[in-house]
């Protein structure tokens, strides 16, 4: 999709950063799903309706149970979607057609979808739940996920390669909530204290993400210093 311009030219710079999740569990899902994909691609599905619907499904099922504390049956039915996020881009490899504008309507609608997960956790503290520290760190859980996101696109929107995944990536905020929010629904089948999971969860990743924003932050800033520097030399050599 074209590299960066500060990154032209220059030795690969060192991803900073664990991004566990993405590097070992996307290889797995890859050759899970890719049979799946292929058989979309048969039925004449296009990568972009799966990205819309999958989104769809996802903002269905966290909008409709999650505010009513309904998280087992919200996390059945996201889960069933979610995953179409890892298939309309093997669907587009598959058929020779990445392209942008998929880029483009992958990451838009990623941002949505988790805009719809972390305010439904919110809606629900601040209704029946009732709990308005939760409400404010499911808030703040959405918010921080956003901007993390953000400081990647905008850094290398002005030609940085961003050479960081960070803490909490997309995927670890969707495992980490998912996973808990799945188990604390089960509270309301008569397993005791499982509830509490939610709640852990979303601090664990309210923390994550703040530091996932500082080291992208910070990388940024370093980038920036380094390239603006380099085109100043550049500029004074001519
Ligand atoms: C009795 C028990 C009840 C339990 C109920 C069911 C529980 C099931 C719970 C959860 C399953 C959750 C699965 C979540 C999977 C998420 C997969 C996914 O969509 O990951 C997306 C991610 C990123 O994709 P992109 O490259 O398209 O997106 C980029 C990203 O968003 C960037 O954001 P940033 O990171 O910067 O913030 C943007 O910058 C960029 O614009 C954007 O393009 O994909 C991956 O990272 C790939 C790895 C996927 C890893 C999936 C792991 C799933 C692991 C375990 C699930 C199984 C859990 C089982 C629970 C057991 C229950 C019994
Ligand atoms: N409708 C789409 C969706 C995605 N793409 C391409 O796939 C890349 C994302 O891959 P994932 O495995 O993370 O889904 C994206 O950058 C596009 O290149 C597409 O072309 N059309
Ligand atoms: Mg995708
Ligand atoms: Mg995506």
């Not at 505010?67 to 298939?87: A, C, K, Q, R, Y």
């Not at 404010?136 to 050479?163: D, H, M, W």
Request: charged fraction near 15%.
């Amino acid at each position: 999709m074209g590299q960066p311009v500060a990154s032209r030219g220059r030795a690969a710079t060192p991803t900073l950063g664990k991004a566990m999740l993405n590097k070992y569990a996307r290889a797995f899902f890859t050759r899970v799903l890719t049979p799946f994909a292929a058989f979309l691609i048969r039925r004449g599905v296009s990568p972009d309706t799966v990205t819309l619907l999958g989104t769809a499904g996802v903002v269905a099922g966290a909008l409709v149970f999650y505010p009513m504390g309904e998280f087992f049956w919200g996390t059945v039915v996201i889960t069933l979607f979610v995953f179409s996020d890892l298939v309309d881009g093997n669907m587009a490899r598959q058929l020779g057609r990445s392209s942008r504008w998929g880029a483009f309507l992958d990451s838009t609608l990623d941002r949505v979808a988790d805009g719809a997960i972390f305010g439904g956790f919110a809606l629900w503290y601040a209704g029946g739940g009732d709990d308005i520290a939760l409400c404010a760190v499911s808030i703040f859980c959405l918010a921080s996920g956003q901007v993390v996101s953000y400081t990647k696109a905008r850094g290398e929107s002005i030609g940085l390669p961003v050479a960081v995944n960070g803490l909490v990536e997309r995927a670890e905020r969707l495992v980490i909530s998912l996973v808990a929010a799945g188990f604390a629904g089960l509270h309301k089948f008569g397993v005791p204290g499982i509830q509490y999971l939610l709640p852990v969860a979303l601090w664990i990743v309210a923390v994550g993400s703040l530091v996932t924003l500082i080291q992208r932050v910070v990388t940024v800033r370093r980038e920036s210093a380094e390239a603006d520097e380099a085109a100043g030399a550049q500029e004074a050599a001519k």
